[in-house]
């Protein structure tokens, strides 16, 4: 009969030592890594969107979009922005997609920027099937900068950007390649095939 207090005073001994213990850190969470993405995967992302608008969608320019908070990669950038034509809706349809949220109308994910009349090509760019999109920007990329060496050296540490386009200089579709922010600052760029990833011409 003795040894059932010594029990009690065991179980509410262990009892409040398990309780007297510091409460455990709670391992905080790291935050989500940002990573750009090439042209052609934020290109399908958009026109499967693009297809919800219009079976017909066919895509009329691609640009690469630099985020200040997502480093580029050598034919990657961290946001994308394209146009889709519909003729039987006689519209224009543009989207962009985003891995990050930016201030402005640049958000995360595929987001429509609005639509626009749309008549038949004009100029010098033509809408396109996506699947002729069959090189992707990291490969253009690597395809001009073999070509570009004497300028690299020229100008060290340029930022690159990105345009896909069907132009009636060439038969197939292209990437331009174009050392600067964009094509209006820009004094040097690259035509490569964006079919067979051959590289076609300098734009000086």
Known sequence: MRKTPLLGVCLVSLLWIGCSEPPQPVAKKEPEKLEPVS?????????????????????????????????SAPGKEGAWQASFTSANLGKMQTYTFSVAEEEGNLHQGVFSTGEQAWSGPQGV??????????????????????????????HPGMPISFQLEKISKYPLVVWRVIWGESLSTSNFSIYVDANQGKFLDKMH
């Open 125 to 154: 760019n033509t809408p396109f099937d996506m699947r002729a999109v069959l090189i992707d920007s990291d490969a253009a990329y690597k395809t001009a900068d073999e070509k570009a060496t004497d300028y690299d050296k020229q």
């Open 39 to 71: 042209g052609q995967s934020a290109l399908f992302k958009m026109y499967q969107k693009a297809r919800t608008w219009s079976l017909d969608a066919q895509v009329l320019k691609l640009n690469s979009i630099h985020l200040a908070d997502v480093p």
